[in-house]
């Protein structure tokens, strides 16, 4: 039976492990995902030597980055990105072969693209940790401009307490990379001058736990076009597999 599987930590309930599952059950796939909690990076040998059926690994906070080194090749995109989230394993032997992949990018731009008009031009990303740079990645090939958003002074950013009306007027696209508004602290939200956002305003949020974020409620009161990160995570899987079953 091939295994797939999940590494990070710490890992609570997984979006992944319950998809392929079900995935494996409904196509009558023999494989099984699975969950590797692993409290350090170095760990992911151990993984691959107790795990001779492993084909394919997720990766998730905080390894995105941390991994790169361990890898055999890194996709263009990925490398670009600078962050890994989908790992295809290959054997031959006792040659075990490592190549990473960035499926968030690809999850993002399908998710987005849709409900991109004209008016939008230029984006803010709130937030500056792995997923971030996939954002970015994906807006900058859709040909938005964009800007970092931190809480902190850092090269290339701006801070919330920065960001006027007029910026939100102009970065009309703004999503949230940041865990604000997750459950179970639903009641917290980006510090944003939300009474500036109109019906151009689009508000993306990579939460999907809740549904709708306050963050998502607080522009829809202003008549923003608002998405949750649902789709995103149902397209990155898809992403997954394909990556796994590919032999480029």
Not at 128 to 144: F, P, Q
Not at 157 to 164: A, F, R, V
Not at 231 to 239: D, G, K, T, V
């Amino acid at each position: 039976m091939d295994i797939y599987g999940l590494i990070g930590y710490p890992l609570g309930h997984s979006f992944s492990i319950s998809y392929f599952n079900e995935k494996f059950q409904n196509e009558n796939i023999n494989a099984r995902y699975v969950n590797f909690e692993i409290p350090n990076i170095e760990d992911l040998r151990e993984v691959l030597d107790s795990n001779p059926d492993l084909k394919g690994l997720n990766v998730t906070i905080p390894y995105k980055q941390k991994v790169i080194p361990y890898l055999d090749e890194v996709s263009p995109e990925a490398r670009a990105i600078g962050a890994v989230n989908v790992i295809r394993i290959t054997r031959k032997g006792r040659n075990v072969k490592l190549k990473g992949f960035n499926s968030d990018v690809i999850g993002f731009t399908q998710s987005i693209e849709p409900l991109l008009e004209k008016c939008h031009k230029k984006a803010l990303i709130l937030g500056t940790g792995g997923a971030s740079k996939a954002i970015d990645y994906g807006l900058r090939s859709l040909g938005l401009e964009t800007v970092f958003v931190s809480r902190y002074q850092r090269p290339d950013t701006i801070q919330y307490e920065k960001i006027t009306p007029d910026d939100i007027r102009e970065y009309n696209v703004i999503v949230n990379c940041t865990p604000l508004g997750m459950y179970p602290k639903v009641d917290t939200c980006p510090n944003l001058p939300y009474e500036a956002m109109d019906r151009s305003t689009l508000l993306y949020d990579l939460i999907y736990n809740p549904d709708e974020t306050l963050f998502m409620k607080r522009g829809l009161t202003r008549g923003a076009t608002v998405k949750n990160g649902l789709e995103m995570l149902l397209l990155q899987a898809f992403a997954s597999w394909e990556f796994w079953q590919s032999e480029d």
